[in-house]
C-alpha cells in the first residue's frame, strides 16, 4: 500500500519560513519524481517544485528563490523549504509522487499551510 503522509505545515507571519516534510512507503522512492503541489481556496491545484530521481529541480515562477525542494533516498522523505513567505502562499500542500513508465501517480492527503498576521 503506498502512502505519502505529509507534515509541517501550520500558520506562519508572513516573511516567515516554515519546512513541510513528505514522507514515503510502499514505493521505491528513489525510481519517482518527487513534487509539491499547492490548492488555496477557490483556485485550482497547482505545481509549486519537483526533484527528479537524478535531483533535477523545477520550480514555478511564484516561488523561485523563496522555496527550496530537496529528498532524502535513504529516508524515502522528500522536503520543501519554504522561505520569505507571503499571504498568497496560503493553501493546502500536497505530496505527489510519479513515475512515467510504468505510470503511477499517488498523492498525499495535504498539509496547510497558513500566512497570516
Do not use: H
Request: hydrophobic share 30%; net charge positive.
Amino acid at each position: 500500500q503506498v502512502q505519502l503522509v505529509e507534515s509541517g505545515g501550520g500558520l506562519v507571519q508572513p516573511g516567515g519560513s516554515l519546512t513541510l516534510s513528505c514522507a514515503a512507503s510502499g514505493i521505491l522512492f528513489s525510481n519517482y519524481v518527487m513534487g509539491w503541489y499547492r490548492q488555496a481556496p477557490g483556485k485550482e491545484r497547482e505545481l509549486v517544485a519537483t526533484i527528479s530521481s537524478g535531483t533535477s529541480l523545477n520550480y514555478a515562477d511564484s516561488v523561485k528563490g523563496r522555496f527550496t525542494i530537496s529528498r532524502d533516498n535513504a529516508k524515502n522523505t522528500v522536503y520543501l523549504q519554504l522561505n520569505s513567505l507571503k499571504p498568497e502562499d496560503t493553501a493546502v500542500y500536497y505530496c505527489n509522487a510519479f513515475r512515467r513508465i510504468p505510470n503511477y501517480n499517488y498523492w498525499g492527503q495535504g498539509t496547510q499551510v497558513t500566512v497570516s498576521s
